[in-house]
Structure formats: C-alpha cells, structure tokens
C-alpha cells in the first residue's frame, strides 16, 4: 500500500478556558463527515440534553454522537463530583 493511500485515524481532545473549543471541533468534525470520514464524538459535561449540533449530526451516517455526564462545570455546588 502506498503511503500516501493509508488512512490512519486521530483522536483530538480540546481543553482550556475561554471560547472557541466546541466551535473547532465541530468545525473538525463536519469537515471530517463532509469528506466521508468516520467520526466520533464523545461529548462531556452538558448534561443529557440534545443540542442542536448533535441533531445536525444525525443527518450524516458517518457520525457517532455520545452524550456523557450529568451537567458537571468547574462552578459546581459539588466539588467531590
């Protein structure tokens, strides 16, 4: 197999404070669909509400959406969360 015909995958972790890192990997994500790639995202802390991102995920057959937590932020009235 030439090496520019392998395909290999990557797993991208985005942290940090401030903005901009749901708007990335979404932006990676649709990019990624867009080209028939396999994707998976595996989302924490929103709770287990459906956002509209994962909604216009569902359209595509190429995407696998994972919602986990239960609502947990750094502001919590929980910190042993």
Known sequence: MKERDRRQGIVLVNTGEGKGKSSSALGMVFRAA???MKVCVIQYIKGKWQTGE???AERFDNIEWHVL???FTWDTKNPEQ
Request: aromatic share 12%.
């Open 54 to 56: 994962q909604k216009a």
């Open 69 to 71: 937590g239960d609502g």
């Open 34 to 36: 867009g080209w028939d």
